[in-house]
């Protein structure tokens, strides 16, 4: 019979209460010191590890805990600190790369000069951020922090054996960025894997008997570069620290030359993500050949229960094949909140569909024991009920939603008109000047804002007093935006708590929960909602304040709404009806919403889609299916208006590189895209494909507390100048300004705005 273990690959940082988010942000504003962060920090790895231990866990993972990104953890284990980034302590130099800094960072240490942050882009296909390693031709790697084994001495005084958790070389390699010129970052690891040799025989020394290593570079397409990586860097640490077992692990997605590569490879373990790629499950015994296989069987990316019983059957025959087996969750459980115990609030019958990160462990320490031949027969039964009621429960189907979907045709989903015919129309409508200046949607959540919010949750404040209030905010920001000279002007978006949240708390099919926190990046969480049924809009959501809003100025009045891709993306989705069903009904309710605003008299109708190249497959054989039914829901949900309605969309951190077609098909008059901290290098999209319509290429990163100088500004708008027409440019920020600060976003416009009239000045009518 096989040996079974239950093995966790990461979890949450956060804190139950987000005790991290709390001293983090504490910290860099100076009330506390480095001394009591740390504190906080260790603190929390140590209620991580005892809990996971009471959950049943024989694996315990260290160094899966950060102050704020992994990757930028391996950026400075190994040393690759750019020089500009050098601040007064190691603490401050580290959140320099991931903040940026003016006068102030971290801490409350003083320096000179300012610096921007390292670039940020997407783990893959999830919403989590990573920090972007800018590395050099002639890049020196050295142990410069060696936290892992740091993490685990702390943990072994703690009692606690764990396997420590590291990004692998060619991974971190891959998700770097060439500082100058083109050099392929591949290259640099000969000069790399000496350190990651280094520490793994620290580990090994300290009594590690295994190290896990993330390569999830494996989940891409194959790649003979790569493989040639992989294949030497793992050669290289077999026959540099003999005797120290390593756990190659890869998940959100698999490919059969790929898995074949990594069993191919001298690594005790390989650990395989059975939950997006399940029919690899009958090949292990083959693949196996003896190594140590990890089988990742529950879901690390959302939270529903896993249908154990179904999962026993399936496993049982092919365990019964292998010799060592570790049950274990499919990715880290960074991705989903941390506890379902602290939902008291939420509705009986879908908690009892549910299942947090402590749940899934839980899950996989009931599997062990029913592979093993335990009774755990009452727990599976009532688990089995669960799924059962879910799946007949009436709450999740509605026959209205069915019946709009089956009537859906082609030409719904269609302008009038084309972008050229219909962009004539709306600059006369709208009479912008060239270089129009906007801002993304939101501005500053301020304490105040966030107060009076928490007042009238708890029934402190009255609606009336409420509503008030947020009137009143909402008219000192647009008379402030008048007084800068914005052309396009928004309210602010102060009765809004998250572009998600605020759109799925009037839909019917969402669910919300308390705590159900994760984290984006930094201090950053989110509290995605739960997707549970058909999706409809009851009555119009924003119409009321947009009419407001505009009833406060002469000048054009932006409707803000997020689009269907990104509040699929952004929510724990419905597993029983594929992706592109539940997006479509999400389309149809933006879409009567899009229709209110505009017979409401709203001139320009921005419809956000952060999250569209995230959702991206990373197969890229599965790309085209992905894209044209993303393309067709943002279309549906906007294509209904007329000609002179201007439709914008905002999109976050992507690579447009290889979608740049596809949004060009979504076919909205305006689009605005975060290109600062790249210094507009995402504009290189566009060298070869000439986009048709308008766009707003983001002049400075909302994401560092820094206010850009107005000729940095000028030179990335000259830069954009370069690859677009400037009656193509609209001038803007990277994102929404709700993190940041009044005292940030004011003197930031005003330098926008002072650029954009700068460029005027050369292009002074339209051409």
Known sequence: MSTLHVANLGYPRIGLRRELKFA????????????????????????????????????????????????????????????AYKGASDLDTYFRMAR????????????????????????????????????????????????????????????HQTR?????????L??????????????????????????????????????????????????????????????HLAREVPGLKLMLTS?????????????????????????????????????ADGKTVSLGVIDGRNIWKTDLNALVARLAPVISQLNDVILAPS????????????????????????????????????????????????ELAAKAQAIAARKVSTRIHNAGVADRIARLTPPMSERQSPFAERILKQRKRLNLPLYPTTTIGSFPQTAEVR??????????????????????????????????????????????????????????????????????????????????????????MTVDWAVYAQSLTTKVMKGMLTGPVTMLQWAFVRDDLPRS????????????EVLDLEAAGIRIIQIDEAAFREGLPIDPAKWDAYLDWAVECFKLSSAGVADETQIHSHMCYSDFNDIIRAIAAMDADVISIETSRSNMELLEAFIDFKYPNEIGPGVYDIHSPRVPEEAEMERLLEKAGQRLKAEQIWVNPDCGLKTRGWAETRPALERMVAAAKALRATHPVWV
């Open 24 to 83: 983090l942000e504490s910290c860099w504003s100076g009330k506390t010191d480095q001394a009591s962060l740390l504190e906080t920090a260790r603190t929390l790895r140590a209620q991580n590890w005892l809990r996971q231990k009471e959950l049943g866990v024989d694996i315990l993972p260290s160094n899966d805990f950060s102050l704020y990104d992994h990757l930028l953890d391996t950026a400075f284990m190994v040393g690759a600190i750019p020089e």
């Open 100 to 159: 940026g800094a003016g006068e102030v960072s971290a801490c409350g240490h003083n320096h000179t000069g300012s610096v921007t942050a390292l670039e940020m882009t997407k783990w893959f296909n999830t919403n989590y951020h990573v920090l972007v390693s800018e590395l050099k031709p002639s890049q020196p790697f050295e142990l410069a922090h060696n936290k892992p084994l740091s993490d685990y001495n702390e943990a072994k005084g703690l009692g």
């Open 164 to 172: 420590p958790v590291l990004v692998g070389p060619v991974t971190f």
């Open 174 to 235: 891959k998700q770097a960025k060439a500082a100058i010129g083109g050099f392929n970052t591949l290259s640099l690891l000969p000069r790399l894997l000496p350190v990651y040799a280094e520490v793994l025989r620290s580990l090994r020394d300290a009594g590690a008997e295994w190290v896990q290593i993330d390569e999830p570079v494996l989940a891409n397409a194959p790649n003979g570069q790569v493989a040639l990586a992989l294949t030497e860097a793992y050669a």
């Open 251 to 287: 998940y959100f997605d698999a490919h059969d030359a790929n898995v074949d590569l990594a069993f191919s490879l001298p690594v005790t373990g390989v650990h395989v993500d059975l939950t997006v790629r399940p029919d690899l499950l009958e090949r292990l015994p083959e693949l």
């Open 331 to 378: 990715c880290s459980l960074l991705h989903v909140p941390i506890d379902l115990e602290q939902e008291d609030k939420l509705d009986a019958d879908l908690k009892s569909w549910l299942a947090f990160a402590a749940q899934k462990l839980h899950e996989l320490s009931v599997l062990k024991a029913a592979l093993s031949g335990l009774d755990v027969s009452a």
């Open 451 to 540: 107060s009076a919010r928490l007042q009238h949750s708890k029934g402190q404040l009255s609606d009336a007093d409420y509503d008030a209030f947020l009137k009143a905010e909402t008219a000192k920001a647009i008379a402030w935006q008048e007084e800068i000279g914005l052309d396009a002007l928004v309210h602010g978006e102060f009765e809004r708590n998250d572009m998600v949240q605020y759109f799925a708390e009037q839909l019917e099919g969402y669910a919300f929960t308390q705590s159900g926190w994760v984290q984006s990046y930094g201090s950053r969480y989110v509290r995605p909602p739960v997707i549970f049924g058909d999706v409809s809009r009851p009555k119009p």
């Open 581 to 592: 069903a539940v997006c479509r009904q999400i389309a149809l309710a933006i879409r009567d």
